[in-house]
């Protein structure tokens, strides 16, 4: 599956922005300074995941790019698979994945996703189901590219 994406080669991780479940003592206000500063800086690709605060990560990501109009200037990433539905076990199902990336749409306030990563492989879905389905969202442009995070060269 082709992309024309252009992706630059520094980016902003922010698992600790909003990453309560992940870090102590975060709190949002600096999550939200840290993103309001790395637009300023000039950052231009924001990859955060669905894990990253159980949906806070995106959440402020989202808000600040809505508030400063900087959406159209910047690229997400975003990944999920994590199922709170399943005990937080990676869950790669097309339903779930279709899911993650409508929830992820809503919590960054955007139409569409620059890159949409499977966070983790599960034991179960057989990896061309899992892509079949990333693939009709590309298709409806709700993502861009589709990519894969943890995974094994296998």
Known sequence: MHTTVEFPAFGL??????????????????????????????????????????GRSEEIIGEVLQRTRARSHVLIATKAAQDPANDWRPNNS???????????????KTDTIDLFYIHFPD?????????????KLKQAGKIRAIGVSNFSLA
């Open 13 to 54: 991780g922010t698992n600790k922005v909003g990453g309560h479940n992940l870090f102590k003592d975060l709190n949002d206000e600096d999550g939200f300074a840290v993103i309001e500063q790395a637009l300023a800086d000039g950052v231009t690709l924001f990859d955060t995941a669905y894990i990253y605060g159980k």
């Open 94 to 108: 097309p339903a779930f994945l279709t899911q993650a990336v409508d929830d992820a749409l809503r919590r960054l």
């Open 123 to 135: 034991a179960t879905t057989p990896k061309d189901e899992a892509v079949a389905a990333l693939a």
